[in-house]
């Protein structure tokens, strides 16, 4: 029984181990992604289709977490994904909602996504699961080329775009938001 249970944990261990590397990584294309001396919070707020990420990150007072140590990975939803949440959560009284759908998109560790690929590899069929800010668990799986993240409520979302990796950690664009509209 010991034994099963270590190996059910076994590709998330190499997941968060992963993460946690600093190794220059090569992304799903094979190039090394283009790492920059910018600060997650510098990155979001350079990219012209997260302008409503980097007001709900303000907002959120998050800030200051993102442009501090880190490493952290944001699966950073681009604004037509956050357009689609319904509310304006960088509007004041959505202060505490945007804060925890950041959190549900945010993860320790830089993950780049050829270590989340090695870990698919690893793990096999069944996924690879890595746990929130929000104390979520974010579901990794292929989806053919792509690579699917699914939250716990069922929410899904693809990795689009080019990743980039920033001073404290690395940014995901991903098509869609990682928690269920209510």
């Given at each position: 029984?010991?034994?099963?249970?270590?190996?059910?944990?076994?590709?998330?261990?190499?997941?968060?181990?992963?993460?946690?590397?600093?190794?220059?990584?090569k992304s799903a294309d094979g190039a090394p992604p283009a790492p920059t001396n910018q600060t997650l919070a510098e990155v979001?707020?350079?990219?012209?289709?997260?302008?409503?990420?980097?007001?709900?990150?303000?907002?959120?007072?998050?800030?200051?977490?993102?442009?501090?140590?880190?490493?952290?990975?944001?699966?950073?939803?681009?604004?037509?994904?956050?357009?689609?949440?319904?509310?304006?959560?960088?509007?004041?009284?959505?202060?505490?909602?945007?804060?925890?759908?950041?959190?549900?998109?945010?993860?320790?560790?830089?993950?780049?996504?050829?270590?989340?690929?090695?870990?698919?590899?690893?793990?096999?069929?069944?996924?690879?699961?890595?746990?929130?800010?929000?104390?979520?668990?974010?579901?990794?799986?292929?989806?053919?080329?792509?690579?699917?993240?699914?939250?716990?409520?069922?929410?899904?979302?693809?990795?689009?775009?080019?990743?980039?990796?920033?001073?404290?950690?690395?940014?995901?664009?991903?098509?869609?938001?990682?928690?269920?509209a209510e």
């Amino acid at each position: 029984m010991h034994n099963r249970n270590a190996w059910a944990i076994a590709p998330l261990m190499a997941l968060s181990l992963a993460a946690c590397s600093g190794e220059a990584d090569k992304s799903a294309d094979g190039a090394p992604p283009a790492p920059t001396n910018q600060t997650l919070a510098e990155v979001i707020a350079d990219k012209g289709e997260m302008d409503t990420l980097e007001g709900v990150i303000r907002n959120a007072g998050l800030s200051d977490v993102l442009a501090g140590k880190g490493p952290y990975t944001v699966f950073a939803p681009a604004d037509a994904a956050l357009g689609a949440a319904g509310s304006d959560l960088s509007d004041e009284a959505m202060k505490a909602q945007g804060a925890a759908l950041l959190r549900a998109h945010i993860v320790p560790g830089a993950l780049t996504r050829a270590d989340i690929l090695a870990a698919l590899e690893r793990g096999g069929t069944g996924g690879v699961q890595m746990r929130t800010m929000a104390d979520g668990l974010l579901t990794f799986s292929r989806d053919g080329d792509a690579v699917t993240v699914t939250a716990a409520d069922g929410a899904t979302a693809r990795l689009t775009g080019d990743e980039t990796v920033a001073a404290n950690g690395v940014v995901q664009p991903v098509d869609g938001l990682l928690v269920k509209a209510e």
